[in-house]
């Protein structure tokens, strides 16, 4: 697969357009890739790593044998992210830079290897707009929090800004152990609210929709709250409500089969 | 989800409690193939894709999620999937009125 792959590049670099921009060639280095070559070479890998998995995968008759793949060949994320941190850090402070971080980003990284990532994304790329993208993928991990702090702070779009502020308040709302916490989410809710509503969020809506169906759910629907009413049609179109089982225990459950 | 659900509803088929569901499937139609040929026996609203305005309103991001409400409609339970056994035995005996309730624990399940 590997040979194949390089092959491919070669034959787009030959043709490749856009020429009149490239970099001096350093004479120590003959053998420089375009980093923007490099990284593309290297996503398309690991998209036929990923297709070539899904064969096997679909060929595998048992339990046994699927599980057996998955430990020995689904593509290792981690093996790929080092090859866009060497990008990154190739190209220091450039656009590929940031992109290949930034797709690093979202291949299941340890946690050494995300704080590496997210310190060259601080150190080099603040400005980058693309850094709206990596929020949404932390959740926890010893450098997340600074991380996102850092964007809210320095991050010169407001875009940037809002999803940081955004994530640091659902991860404050998700790790909520008690009081201070949840207050903490909701100062956090509060802000999304007051400074960025218009931006959009990427599952859909803006950030201040979600922003505010957060604080509902904060102020109605955590534990010991009484439970909002639901109205509404069972499969049969027949009208019901929530307080119809009221006395009894209810087992609410959100569910869909898909 | 479905076989601890129908055994659930098996076991305290007696008692003061019930599985409501809020589907998000596609059609009302879809809906009750489901029920038919899973023999889901209890009572769902139907929210449309996605769970609709109800989903939207209990701000729900992932399925299933499950709230165990107790007699007095109080939260007692959220999570990602089924509600421990013993705090749901604890609700029923509470609303069969064979113990006093007890205040809410701080926490939530995942």
Same mark, same amino acid.
């Given at each position: ?7 491919g590049?070669?034959?787009? %670099? ?29 996503q398309?890998? !690991?998209?036929?790593a990923?297709?070539?998995?899904g064969?096997? !995968?679909q ?65 080099? @790329? ?12 932390? !959740? ?16 010169? @779009? ?12 659902? $991860? ?23 400074? !960025? ?25 955590? $534990?010991?709250? $009484? ?14 409500? %929530? ?16 | ?13 007696d008692?003061?409690f ?19 040929k899973e ?50 035995e ?21």
């Open positions: 697969m590997l040979p194949l792959a390089l092959l590049l070669t034959s787009c %670099l030959i043709a490749a357009p856009g020429t009149l921009t490239l970099p001096v060639q350093e004479p120590t280095e003959g053998r420089r890739v375009d980093p923007a070559d490099a990284l593309a070479d290297l398309q890998r !690991y998209q036929e990923q297709v070539a998995f064969k096997l !995968y060929s595998a008759k048992t339990d046994e044998e699927r599980q057996k793949l998955f430990q020995e060949s689904y593509p290792k994320g981690a093996e790929y992210a080092r090859e866009a941190l060497a990008i990154g850090n190739d190209a220091k402070g450039t656009d590929v830079a940031a992109e290949a971080l930034v797709w690093a980003m979202q291949l299941g990284l340890d946690s050494d290897m995300q704080t590496k990532v997210l310190k060259l994304l601080l150190e080099n @790329h603040i400005d980058s707009e693309s850094l709206g993208d990596v929020c949404f993928d932390l !959740y926890g991990g010893p450098a997340t929090d600074e991380f996102l702090k850092e964007l809210v702070e320095k991050s010169p @779009h407001d875009a940037v800004k809002g999803k940081a502020l955004f994530q640091r308040a659902s $991860i404050a709302k998700d790790s909520s152990a008690g009081e201070d916490d949840e207050k903490a989410a909701l100062a956090l809710f509060e802000q999304v609210i007051e400074s !960025y509503s218009g931006i959009d969020h990427p599952w859909g809506g803006t950030l201040g929709e979600m922003a505010r169906s957060n604080v509902f759910e904060i102020e109605n629907l955590g $534990i010991g709250k $009484i439970c909002p009413e639901i109205t509404g049609a069972d499969a049969d179109g027949v009208e019901f409500k %929530l307080t119809d089982y009221k006395g009894k225990v209810i087992f609410l459950d959100f569910w869909g089969f898909w | 989800m479905f076989p601890h659900e129908r055994s659930l509803v098996e076991k305290h088929k008692a003061p019930v599985i409501i569901g809020v589907n998000s499937d596609e059609s009302a139609e879809q809906l009750r193939e489901i029920q038919k023999n889901l026996t209890w009572r769902s609203f139907f929210a449309g894709r996605g769970g609709g305005e109800i989903a939207k309103q209990f701000n729900v991001r992932g399925w299933p999620t499950v709230y165990l409400l107790d007699k007095d409609m109080k939260i007692r339970f959220k999570g990602h999937g089924s509600p421990p056994d013993e705090l749901i604890e609700l029923i005996a509470e609303a069969a009125g064979k113990v006093p309730a007890k205040p809410p624990e701080k926490k939530s399940g995942e």
